[in-house]
């Protein structure tokens, strides 16, 4: 018995020494990193101004980065100049003076901002460009490599219309606006490859603005000159509807490949199961936004002065066509808007 009560009594002592041990151990497995990096974000204001707030991909980068936002206790505030290059100007102006700690925001076109995205960062303000880059680097960019974008493109329509496919070679290019970065660099990876490729002949390459109406005319000019037309490529599928409403019209759809890109949304599926669109390379807007936010964490951060890292963050792009559609492969824009109202 006696040998049974020391057993029981040294079991007892070394529970109790275990549950003291746990105890110092939890203590000692607090995260000592995570509240610095939640305490660097809160209350962080963050100032949002794409080219327009109404469209799909500017919602989705918006929405997304305010879901992050507002998960650490940020400040977050939209403006929406409506595709006006002055407005946009203005409201960037108006910015500064505010002196948000984050600027994000879509160039317009590669000057219309460069000395204020300049002055922005002398003024101690973070800012990150998001899918058409200016002509000045700041702390990020965020947004596919449009150069290999368009690289990807012309090698596509090669297949398509080069000289094994039995086709006429020609294809058309419905751009932006001419001096845009999707445009701008798309066209210039386009051009790299079929410089060496004279069997493909670019009978058209004119801007729509982003207008889908303008789209939709040019391209039914270009098939009207031209109706064997083999391809066309257009810069982005928000205003490639009216492109592939040209084709359709013209009875053309499944005989001219068409091919576009954009950033995943619903339309995109809906004109790729319906044979708007022949193939779309989707570069995932709400990843771009997740990115953005993550740029934005490692800023604030890091706290180094703004202006003295630079970073290109290029999206990765994913080939879609009809048999790629299924549930859920797109995302809903109006999920994302309303978080933007």
Same mark, same amino acid.
Request: glycine share 10%; aromatic share 8%.
């Given at each position: ?229 083999? #391809?066309?490529?257009?810069?982005? /599928? *928000?205003?490639?509807? @009216? +492109?592939?409403? =040209? ?6 759809? %499944? ?8 950033? #995943?949304?619903?339309?995109?599926? /809906? *004109?790729?199961?319906? @044979? +708007?669109?022949? =193939? ?6 709400? %990843? ?54």
């Amino acid at each position: 018995m006696g040998s049974f009560k020391f057993a029981r009594f040294v079991t007892t002592a070394l529970f109790a020494s275990f549950l003291g041990s746990a105890a110092a151990m939890a203590d000692d497995m607090n995260d000592p990193f995570r509240q610095p990096a939640l305490d660097a974000l809160k209350g962080k204001t963050i100032a949002y101004l794409p080219i327009s707030a109404g469209f799909d991909l500017a919602q989705a980068w918006g929405g997304v980065t305010k879901l992050g936002a507002d998960r650490h206790g940020m400040n977050f505030s939209v403006q929406d100049p409506n595709w006006n290059t002055d407005a946009m100007a203005q409201a960037f102006t108006s910015l500064i003076a505010d002196h948000p700690d984050v600027i994000v925001t879509q160039n317009p076109d590669l000057q219309s901002l460069a000395r204020l995205l300049k002055q922005a960062n002398a003024e101690g303000i973070y800012v990150i460009q998001v899918n058409m880059q200016g002509a000045v680097q700041t702390d990020a960019f965020v947004g596919p490599d449009f150069i290999a974008m368009g690289e990807q493109e012309a090698n596509l329509m090669i297949k398509a219309c080069g000289k094994d496919s039995g086709k006429s070679g020609k294809i058309s290019i419905v751009q932006g606006v001419l001096t845009g970065g999707v445009s701008y660099y798309q066209v210039q990876g386009i051009m790299n490859v079929l410089k060496d490729h004279p069997e493909i002949e670019v009978v058209s390459s004119q801007a729509a603005d982003w207008d889908a109406s303008k789209a939709r005319a040019i391209t039914e000019t270009v098939l009207q000159q031209h109706p064997d037309l083999c #391809g066309v490529i257009d810069v982005w /599928d *928000g205003q490639g509807i @009216g +492109t592939g409403a =040209a084709i359709k019209q013209a009875g053309k759809q %499944g005989q001219v490949y068409f091919l576009t890109s954009g950033g #995943g949304a619903q339309s995109m599926c /809906d *004109g790729l199961a319906d @044979g +708007t669109y022949s =193939a779309a390379i989707n570069y995932n807007a709400e %990843g771009m936004g997740r990115d953005i936010f993550t740029a934005i964490s490692t800023l604030l951060q890091a706290k180094q002065e703004p202006g003295a890292f630079k970073a290109q963050i290029y999206s990765p792009t994913r080939l879609m066509t009809k048999d790629d559609v299924k549930p859920g492969t797109c995302w809903d824009p109006e999920q994302y808007a309303k978080l933007l109202r």
